[in-house]
């Protein structure tokens, strides 16, 4: 009886133990989504540290892109920051001498820094994270920090700086992270409601 009585506190303290497993495994979940949306914020400050160091060498923001002759965009504004995030190796590979989808520059996609993922893309999603494709976009065109063509400095910015957008995070319009392609302040006001982007 007493050999019973034992199995049967031992069966007690399993099932409790279980059912406290369950109970946090979702708590889990949790913690590491909430991780994966600091990794991605963390990214966010990153670029923007970037950024700001840029300007704080060169006297302004980087341009959105850098064209050829003909005016056609060739070269990322993620390029170009590649020195204030600690990738001075990577920038001393990449070749402005042919544009970022050249034979050459095409192969770097590879070794996309990590600063340019974000760790949620792709989870739970129909279609998955795509190697060499960056989450982080800037807004272009006139009255942002980003106008085509243009710099801009720090003075030229009238609202709160605080106010003022650098980098955004999307989710579905990933780009290739040497790619000059971003967002338009219009592609921007059409997608900022929706959550999926």
Known sequence: MIGLHRIAKWSLALVAGLIGLFLFIPECGDARGAARRNACLNNCRGIAQALLAYHEKHGSFPPAFLAD???????SWRVLILPFLDEQALFDKYRFDEPWNGPHNV???????????????????????????????????????????????????????????????????????????????????KFAGDTER
Request: negative net charge; aromatic residues 8%; glycine residues 6%.
């Open 69 to 75: 002759e003909q005016g056609t965009p060739i070269h």
């Open 107 to 189: 192969e770097l996609l590879r070794e996309m820094p990590d600063v340019f993922r974000c760790p949620s893309y792709g989870l739970g999603k129909s279609e998955p994270a795509r190697e060499g494709f960056s989450n982080y976009v800037v807004i272009t065109g006139p009255d942002t920090i980003f106008p085509a063509g243009e710099t801009v400095t720090r003075s030229d910015i009238l609202d709160d700086e605080w106010q003022t957008l650098l980098v955004i995070e999307v989710n579905v319009e990933s780009v290739p992270w040497l790619s000059p392609q971003d967002l338009t302040a219009e592609q921007f006001a």
